[in-house]
Structure formats: C-alpha cells, structure tokens
C-alpha cells in the first residue's frame, strides 16, 4: 500500500516536473521573457511627459516595422 503511493506520486512529480520544464522552453523561445528595455525605460523615463514621448517613439518604431515588412511582401514585376 505504501509503495503503491510512493510511486504514484513519483510518477505525477515527474509528468508535472516535465509539464513545468516544458512550458519555461516553450516560453523562452516565443519571447515571454524579452522584455528587458521595459525595466531600463522604466528607471530612464521618470516624468509622464518622458513616458509618453517613450510611448510614441516605440510606436513609430513598430510603425517603421511594419512598413518595411509590407514592402518586403509585396510581390516585385
């Protein structure tokens, strides 16, 4: 009876060791945790006037992002 739950609970420790390795991979490579301009613009920008400009210049950013990927998916004569 002891063994029985011993390695019943082995084996959920390791299927759930598994599950937790597998979602921190799948995490890492689609850039969960890629954030780290966020903490530096946050020590950089105190005012609300600073925020905001840093707002729309990572919006003008992802604007010439943009841009530039429609231009490389246009189909050229």
């Not at 019943?8 to 301009?37: N, P, T």
């Amino acid at each position: 009876m002891i063994n029985d739950t011993l390695f019943m609970m082995l084996g959920v420790g390791v299927i759930l060791s598994f599950a937790v390795l597998g979602l921190f991979i799948w995490g890492a490579k689609s850039g969960q945790f890629d954030d780290s301009e966020k903490m530096m613009g946050g020590l950089l920008f105190d005012s609300t006037e600073d925020l905001n400009d840093a707002v729309k210049k990572e919006d003008k950013k992802k604007e010439a992002s943009n841009k530039k990927k429609e231009k490389k998916s246009e189909p050229q004569e």
